[in-house]
Nanobody, 124 residues
Framework: QVQLVESGGGLVQAGGSLRLSCVAS????????VGWFCQAPGKEREFVAV????????YYADSVKGRFTISRDNVKNTVYLQMNSLKPEDTAVYYC?????????????????WGQGTQVTVSS
């Protein structure tokens, strides 16, 4: 069983930055790929970014390329999402998710474990 806990969300003005953290339980964290997804009110959950087991490979949604950076620290069992140049349309609940097979995927149905989410609100 893997537990994921997100933190770092909040209210920020457009153009500002936030860094989200996702802390995982368990001693096999380095074998999981980890993704970030977001869900705005009335919308489906969307892919944001994913990182491989070692952190050497990352992929991003087109809407966040050049603004968001995903990274991980396997010693601390933590994955980060650095969010810069935030826009009002980035407002959503952000979730991290782990794929125990280590597959890099943008599809939420591939992920085995999910956190509870953290709210990000960007004001104009």
């Amino acid at each position: 069983q893997v537990q994921l806990v997100e933190s770092g969300g909040g209210l920020v003005q457009a153009g500002g930055s936030l860094r989200l953290s996702c802390v995982a339980s368990g001693r096999t964290f380095s074998t999981y790929s980890v993704g970030w997804f977001c869900q705005a009110p009335g919308k489906e959950r969307e892919f944001v970014a994913v990182i491989s087991r070692s952190g050497s490979t990352t992929y991003y949604a087109d809407s966040v390329k050049g603004r968001f950076t995903i990274s991980r620290d396997n010693v601390k069992n933590t994955v980060y999402l650095q969010m810069n140049s935030l826009k009002p349309e980035d407002t959503a609940v952000y979730y991290c998710a782990a794929d125990v097979r280590g597959i890099i995927s943008r599809y939420n149905y591939n992920y085995d474990y999910w956190g509870q989410g953290t709210q990000v609100t960007v004001s104009s």
